[in-house]
T-cell receptor, first 109, second 113 residues
Framework: KNEVEQSPQNLTAQEGEFITINCSYSVGISALHWLQQHPGGGIVSLFMLSSGKKKHGRLIATINIQEKHSSLHITASHPRDSAVYICAVAQGGSEKLVFGKGTKLTVNP | GAGVSQSPSNKVTEKGKDVELRCDPISGHTALYWYRQSLGQGLEFLIYFQGNSAPDKSGLPSDRFSAERTGGSVSTLTIQRTQQEDSAVYLC???????????FGQGTRLTVV
């Protein structure tokens, strides 16, 4: 079992829909990251969080440390949000990230 | 520079040859990471540098892989005697501190033929 599990693997939505991507992990962590990878491979860090909730524009990330679960929400989705969204955790005491396999999001106009 | 810069962006090499991949982190960033992404696979940690501390090499897949970081800035990842399974996108990231957000380069796509 992968230490970081994401769901769904693939997600197709219509423009304007509310999107939720989930991430569960099985190890103790010091931080959790949400990354966005566009076609062509460039990776952008969206959020780094260790508790609670963060918001940036239409993106919201939440984490529940007790349940070892995080969610990434996209409100009013747009075709330009189409990308692979990757959850990664920094295990407690280590600086290296352990990655989920990613969620491929396609937003249709 | 404005962001993390990696070179080359693409590299095709023959099996058995050595390759060097370069990463220029954001100026002043003390933490530098190397990851790789094989086709159809998730991202995989390779090595981590933090300031003048000894690097965390725990992710290097074999002794054919090595990395150095000179003067706390530029880093070079070297793969000796390349194999076809080394084909992947090699990504470098840097952050201001080990707790800060990481910024990724565009990656080097390595193809071993």
């Amino acid at each position: 079992k992968n230490e970081v599990e994401q769901s769904p693997q693939n997600l197709t939505a219509q423009e304007g829909e509310f999107i939720t991507i989930n991430c569960s992990y099985s190890v103790g962590i010091s931080a959790l990251h949400w990354l966005q990878q566009h076609p062509g491979g460039g990776i952008v860090s969206l959020f780094m969080l260790s508790s609670g909730k963060k918001k940036h524009g239409r993106l919201i990330a939440t984490i529940n440390i007790q349940e070892k679960h995080s969610s990434l929400h996209i409100t009013a989705s747009h075709p330009r949000d189409s990308a692979v969204y990757i959850c990664a955790v920094a295990q407690g005491g280590s600086e290296k990230l352990v990655f989920g396999k990613g969620t491929k999001l396609t937003v249709n106009p | 520079g404005a962001g993390v810069s990696q070179s080359p962006s693409n590299k095709v090499t023959e099996k058995g040859k050595d390759v060097e991949l370069r990463c220029d982190p954001i100026s002043g960033h003390t933490a530098l990471y190397w990851y790789r992404q094989s086709l159809g696979q998730g991202l995989e940690f390779l090595i981590y540098f933090q300031g003048n501390s000894a690097p965390d090499k725990s992710g290097l897949p074999s002794d054919r892989f090595s990395a150095e970081r000179t003067g706390g800035s530029v880093s070079t990842l070297t793969i000796q005697r390349t194999q076809q399974e080394d084909s992947a996108v090699y990504l470098c990231a840097s952050s201001a501190t080990k707790e800060a957000e990481a910024f990724f380069g565009q990656g080097t796509r390595l193809t071993v033929v």
